[in-house]
């Protein structure tokens, strides 16, 4: 295993984590117009935030996405971060349900909304991040594993570099 393949690693989970608890945050201030909601106070949310996010961070986990021995790109990484948001969100959305405590009671909906459409584009944008660094780290050489290739085959190319 590589240690920049680790090091990326933990740069998607701090910026997951990152991303993640700003949209849920920036969610609630949108909607509460920068004043406090009589129903449900800041520090309820975030209450909601601390225990929430880790356990999102869990879904992407299983998810693979912070394997470091294979890093998920692409369309992969796509649809495994698409998958943990929307398992996440529906579990937030069911514990919701099934919690009767009064502040589950009277969550504004447009908290969700936005917060849905903030989790899901501070996280693409933040896998989005740690793409293009990593692509400029790999243009300087670095994180690059230098590999020779010999095979006893006539058609087969003497060395390559991998």
Partial sequence: MKKSNLYLAVLSLFIDLIALSGGLILAYVIRSQGLELFSWPFERKIAYVSWGVPLWILLFAS???????????GWSALTKIMTGLIAGWGAALIALYLWRSPESLVVPRLIIVYGVLLTTLFTLLGRWLVGAVTAALR???IGLVKAVLVSESPNAPIAAAI
């Fill in 63 to 73: 998810q693979g996405l912070y394997n470091a021995r294979h890093l998920p790109k």
């Fill in 139 to 141: 243009r300087q050489g």
